[in-house]
């Protein structure tokens, strides 16, 4: 069966940094797209950032050239290495991915949560 786990969360104070992981395991023939997603208490779960397996990648206006997002394929793995952090960015981080077993299919993990406060 495949599943998505992700790490990495915490707390950290504004202008940190922190790095997500996302581990999928399972038996699966590939790993499509993936994403990290977010949600804020009180607000409704939003698209951060996005990489095709070709490594195209794409940001929401708010993260832009504070986060990357890359991926390790040898390692079935998926990072979203944030900088200079803001409170509003507190959120629950999904993971999700285009998974290809017997046929393609959206996967998502269950989230780490990511606290910016001092």
């Known amino acids: 069966q495949v599943q998505l786990v992700e790490s990495g969360g915490g707390l950290v104070q504004p202008g940190g940094s922190l790095r997500l992981s996302c581990a999928a395991s399972?038996?699966?023939?590939?790993?499509?797209?993936m994403r990290w997603y977010r949600q804020a208490p009180g607000k409704e779960r939003e698209l951060v950032a996005f990489i095709s397996n070709g490594a195209t990648t794409t940001y929401a206006d708010s993260v832009k050239g504070r986060f990357t997002i890359s991926r390790d394929n040898a390692k079935n793995t998926g990072y979203l290495q944030m900088n200079t952090l803001k409170p509003e960015d507190t959120a629950v981080y999904y993971c999700?991915?285009?998974?290809?077993?017997?046929?393609?299919?959206?996967?998502w993990g269950k989230g780490t949560l990511v606290t910016v406060s001092s």
């Open positions: 399972g038996s699966f023939l590939s790993i499509n797209a």
């Open positions: 999700n991915a285009d998974i290809t077993t017997i046929f393609a299919r959206s996967y």
